[in-house]
């Protein structure tokens, strides 16, 4: 046995410390910082207190009843892609071949949205849903049915939603699968002899099988949708009028468009802290399925 | 070197992984844990290893204290009771990998390499990929490579878990000479008592995270200090009855009384549990002092050469493992010799009260 | 229930099979009758685990047909067979209690409620699972989910046949004896046909009635486990049935007496029309050699001796030959030399692997 205690190791680590202190630590004390103050311009700042958050907390307010807006449409369309994707995401899995040369193509087909840049995949359904040069909103038009994303709050909200379905739901579909091929063949066979139907077999193997990638699944929808940003911005730029202004697309508004740092800072605080909070219950959830698991095993 | 376990206990969270371990394991031994599945082989062996830190206790190797130490600082090899190798690497550079990691020489690297393949009979695969291999040939490169890297401590984890019986068999057989053929502490864990048997060297029997005992394996074998060890250590599964000894009789649970002569007569009165191995209680008499037991067959099994006849007594279940073709039909009434030269008494605690002269002997 | 016949069954996995080698299972003709408990023995790669899924119907036989009673079932998918089939590894289902475990293929049956409850209760009793009815399968020990595996088979009163995938994998060697023995309870209860498949000759032998050896993919003998034992068709049988197998050497045969290098061994059959073949072996099980004082018997010299608790096995090399014998209780060895005693009605003779059967002495043989 020699002795050589290794004290190289935290200089490799270093670099990440020292990036991960410029790209978050620093930031984020200066939001903590803007969000006490205000300013008139001229960077000439004056301490606010918890000023900015009463407001913010207080829907009867102007920037209250702003925020509280943006939230619930924000929670509302995570929702509804939660409802849709991942019942969608693994009829998918449960249809993809298990065997043979479709897996490979089928797996690559599966892949190819989530490779498109997220300004891309704004920018192609841009284009694609106009009523006048879009294959989508020509058909649609001419189908009968009056359409128009850039006019219609509901045509937004609909089209921004077939787009997310689009872009995403190969992700679920793709963990799914990862969760159905992990399911011993044993296991069908035994169904197979136990004579359950198809159903049978969804609910009493593949599903329990699969609760664990679903949660990260679902987790990872949520994250992605409630911070969803680029896709819209890029779309519907928040409109018509504030229908699709969700809360990453409001704070941008506040910041960037009128400069209301301080407001902006403890919206942006409050947006984290929420979603921090969120990701801490689907943790618990997930920690205590695998308890439960190994308890189960043991 | 010289492993010492002192007062090594492991908890995650509430529970007692192990429970108060104290061992000293030389250079050069071949140590055999026998235990069910979780009664804290893996457990042990990780802490041993260094991949686990104990929650209590000291680890000392050649009298410093190690506990703590990371696996990294400490001179390990394990084999896993999975086939693990590199599949993209011959079984030539599996066996050199973590001589290849130290940074050796080419020509020691030769020479170990060599070695070990003759050791394992691994010469004509060496150009061969793993995946190749049957299970038996993938084990032997997992213990090739653990063997050339000349580590002080080998750990194997039910290394033949998952191989075929017949192979099983003919790796037992030779692992005794190859781990002979090193310096290393070898710590080999195991389900089945007759695999510790027919490896030998030393055994500690485990039982819910404590060892029971550790002694050699013959020893361990014909005198275990209490009723648990015991237990651990038989198979088929030791026969148990219990008897109340009062002046110079003793009334079984089987029913009837014998005399309370051999070893029966050693000890003082009160409850005693009696164990005693398949193969000591016959379907025949063979004349003498023997405790007749009034029994009826439940199920035979025969083997071929021999038989298990699984007799009810009351509402003990006993094993009999008797010579020959014994085609008996259930609910047969029986009559069953225990010989009395062949028991373990164990008092109301558990604990070793006496143990058959010949039984000491054998 | 059902009698399993196999006609002129074979299974190659590669398309337009030619040559023998390119069967993993070669030809085999079989009748298994109904109430049999059977085993299929023999090492990975063998064809048994082909030969299982055939007749569970996961695998369509390349040639042949299989029958159940006179029902020609070979292009019947699984759930048409009645079979039921208990895995290596205990399939459960996680969710659900151990009585709805049990219950699941009467209720995608559709059977009544009342007679699925009652069946399920017969068959806890019988397994001995009463207690647990209302607890979840996945928090089990595994002997428990192999009998739930084996209950949800049970309970359907059509089964025709149960089969085991080496059902004992997983189970620690205590637990093994008390799942074998409530196996063969089961089996003498119900009279269901039941074919056990594994590596592990005590497992093959203590189970069954007629235990398939096979190797190769083919059938090397089919027998009771006692005729396995004392009458090898096959050097393989020999070898791979008991622990440690059969002692195998080389050796010239003149009528009643074989020759081992310089020694001479009387046998109890003539074998004067031995097929002409240089390959001549000798097979006798280590039970029938014993260990001898020096100076009796072949002298042989001591390489090493295995105390395996109920008895002690040397390992000896005559002749540079290595092979197992038995040491009597009351032996005590000193030195490594020692003599060997072949039990002369235990001694069998083989003719490039197969068993030959000579002919009776008519004279005074020892």
Known sequence: MTKTLNNKAWLLVLPVFLIVAFSAVLPLMTVVNYSVQDTFGNNQFFWNGVGWFQELLDPSTDLGGRFFDSLWRTLLFSAIILLIEVPLGIAVALSMPREGWTVALSLVLMALPLLIPWNVVGTIWQVFARSDIGLLGWVVNHLGIDYNYTGDPLDAWITIIVMDVWHWTSLVALLCYAGLKSIPDAYYQAARIDGASRWAVFRTIQLPKMRRVLLIAVLLRFMDSFMIYTEPFVLTGGGPGNATTFLSIDLVKLALGQFDLGKAAAMSLVYNLIILAICWVFYTIMTNVDAQKERAEA | ?362 | MARITLDHLAHAYKPNPQAPQDYALKEINHVWSQGGAYALLGPSGCGKTTLLNIISGLVRPTRGRILFDDRDVTDLPTEARNIAQVFQFPVVYDTMTVRENLAFPLKNRHVPRDKTAQRVEEIARLLDLTSVLNRKASNLTADMKQKISLGRGLVRPDVAAILFDEPLTVIDPHLKWQLRSTLKEIHRALDITMIYVTHDQTEALTFADKVVVMHDGAVVQTGTPDELFERPAHTFVGHFIGSPGMNILPCRVEGATAYLGNESVALQRGYRSLPGTDRIELGIRPEFVRLQPKGTGLPVRIRRIDDIGRARIARVEMNGRVLAASVPENLSVSGDEAGLHLDPHHIHIYADGHLVAGEALGGHAT
């Open chain 2, 1 to 362: 070197m010289t492993l010492v376990l002192e007062g090594v206990s492991k908890k995650v969270g509430a529970s007692v992984h192990i429970d108060d371990v104290s061992m000293t394991l030389e250079r050069g031994s071949l140590n055999v844990l026998l235990g069910a599945t979780l009664a804290g082989k893996t457990s042990l062996m990780r802490l041993m290893a260094g991949l686990d830190a104990p929650s209590g206790g000291r680890i000392l190797v050649d009298g410093r204290d190690v506990t703590g130490w990371p696996v990294q600082r400490r001179s390990v090899a394990m084999v896993y009771q999975q086939f693990i190798n590199y599949p993209s690497l011959s079984v030539y550079e599996n066996i050199a990998s973590p001589l290849r990691v130290a940074g050796l020489p080419a020509s020691e690297i030769e020479t170990r390499v060599q070695d070990a393949a003759r050791l394992l009979k691994l010469e004509p695969y060496l150009d061969r990929k793993p995946l190749n291999l049957s299970g038996g040939q993938q084990q032997r490169t997992a213990i090739a490579r653990a063997l050339v890297k000349r580590a002080d401590l080998v750990l194997l984890d039910e290394p033949l878990a998952n191989l075929d019986y017949k192979l099983r068999e003919e790796l037992r057989e030779e692992l005794p000479r190859v781990f002979a053929a090193s310096g290393a502490i070898f710590v080999y864990a195991t389900t089945e008592p007759s695999e510790a048997l027919l490896l030998g060297g030393n055994t500690a029997t485990l039982f819910e995270g404590r060892v029971t005992q550790f002694g050699t394996t013959p020893q361990v074998y014909r005198k275990p200090q209490d009723l648990v060890t015991a237990r651990v250590f038989s198979d088929p599964p030791l026969n148990t009855l219990t008897i109340r000894k009062s002046g110079g009789s003793a009334t079984l649970s089987t029913g009837g009384q014998v005399l309370a002569t051999d070893v029966l007569a050693t000890v003082p009165d009160g409850d005693y549990t009696v164990g005693f191995r398949a193969h000591h209680l016959s379907l025949v008499s063979s004349g003498g002092d023997e405790i007749t037991i009034p029994a009826s067959v439940s199920v035979a099994e025969i083997t071929g050469s021999e038989s298990y006849v699984h007799l009810d007594a009351g509402e003990h279940r006993f094993v009999s493992l008797v010579p020959g073709v014994q085609r008996l039909e259930p609910g047969l009434s029986i009559t069953a010799y225990l010989d009395p030269r062949h028991l373990f008494l164990f008092d109301p605690t558990g604990r070793l009260a006496a143990a058959s002269t010949a039984q000491k002997a054998a």
